[in-house]
């Protein structure tokens, strides 16, 4: 009898040790992080305005945008073309560089590509940033094109709500720089909500703004170019320098480096979402040796959503400068824009 009770008392020793360590049925609370809050958007106001020298027809606004912490921006111009029947979405068309002027007169090609996406039945919307000396890039900014990115991520916001019809898809294309801006709408401004698709060209340059100014002498491999140096050279201190409003960046002053990081589309500040419902599609041409390919290989590799790049075997940087580069372009957002 004693020893039965002894036997009893130890299982019931041996059970409490147990589940105090955790091998009961006992639960335990698993903490969420919180989920990243967008950087703000700004306002925009909008006017009548005449179209800037074109070859397709379309009818113009002028848009006033107010960002936080950036100066007001009054020089936005958005051309808008619609199709001959009920649109089936909406695509917006931006350049590189400062993005001043229409996709349609910067590219050799740039027609082409918004025509035929205006002819398969989608409404057309080419932004050109005329004010300033750098476009949408003009600074001052503390943090340099990420909080001048607001901008175009306002007029996107504002082409979303005014012109695009009502449930039908909206999506957009961007060169370089204009790729950069799509970029950041997605990882920090929220607008993976707003866009069904996407096609980045050439770009983004933005994704270590680090290592495109300190330039280390070291190759990122890329989807269609090979090993290509992200380091920016002569595009530092055209757009770079000015969006920040020093010269720290064609300087390579290493004491910016961890503001650099931090204000690039893969922020160290842990505040970049990098999966999206958003699908993105690259493409760049196989002759393109600018950083821009080199940025955007690592944004892509960071991506943990649907994704792929395509190459134009005869494109250079700017995509739409070669026929089939338009093509592909358009091509990809007529079959995918839904």
């Not at 020893?3 to 008392?9: R, S």
């Not at 070859?55 to 808008?80: E, R």
């Not at 035929?116 to 001052?140: I, K, R």
């Not at 957009?172 to 929220?190: C, Q, V």
Request: hydrophobic letters at 40%.
């Amino acid at each position: 009898m004693r020893l039965a009770v002894f036997g009893f008392l130890a299982l019931l020793m041996l059970s409490l040790l147990l589940i105090a360590c955790g091998g009961g049925s006992s639960s335990r609370t698993v903490t969420v992080p919180p989920p990243v809050t967008p950087n703000q958007l700004g306002t925009a106001t909008a006017a009548s305005a005449t179209c800037p020298t074109g070859t397709l027809a379309g009818s113009c606004m002028s848009l006033t945008v107010t960002c936080p912490s950036v100066p007001d921006y009054s020089g936005a111009i958005i051309k808008i073309t619609q199709p001959s029947g009920t649109s089936k979405g909406t695509v917006i068309f931006t350049t590189g560089g400062a993005g001043n002027d229409l996709y349609e007169t910067h590219f050799l090609y740039g027609s082409t590509a918004v025509s035929d996406v205006v002819t398969a039945g989608f409404t057309a919307v080419q932004t050109a940033f005329a004010g300033g000396s750098t476009g949408w890039l003009t600074g001052p900014a503390a943090d340099g094109p990420l909080t001048l990115s607001c901008r175009w991520a306002t007029v996107a916001q504002w082409v979303h709500d005014n012109v695009r019809a009502a449930n039908t898809a909206f999506c957009a294309t961007g060169n370089s720089a204009g790729a950069g801006a799509i970029a950041y709408a997605l990882a920090r401004y929220g607008e993976d909500s707003l866009f069904n698709y996407v096609v980045p060209t050439g770009g983004p340059p933005f994704s270590r703004i680090d290592e495109g100014c300190l330039c280390k002498g070291a190759t990122i491999n890329t989807s269609c170019a090979g090993a290509i140096d992200p380091c920016y050279g002569l595009n530092a201190n055209m757009f770079l320098d000015p969006a920040y409003g020093n010269g720290h960046c064609s300087n390579g002053d290493s004491a910016d480096a961890p503001l650099w990081q931090a204000d690039s589309i893969l922020s160290s500040d842990g505040k970049s979402v990098l999966n999206y419902t958003t699908r993105v599609h690259f493409i760049f041409g196989s002759l393109d040796a600018s950083p821009g390919p080199a940025n955007a290989a690592l944004w892509q590799g960071a991506i943990t959503s649907t994704n792929d790049a395509q190459c134009v075997a005869d494109a250079p940087h700017e995509i739409a400068d070669v026929q089939d580069g338009a093509t592909a372009v358009a091509n990809a957002l007529t079959q995918n824009c839904h």
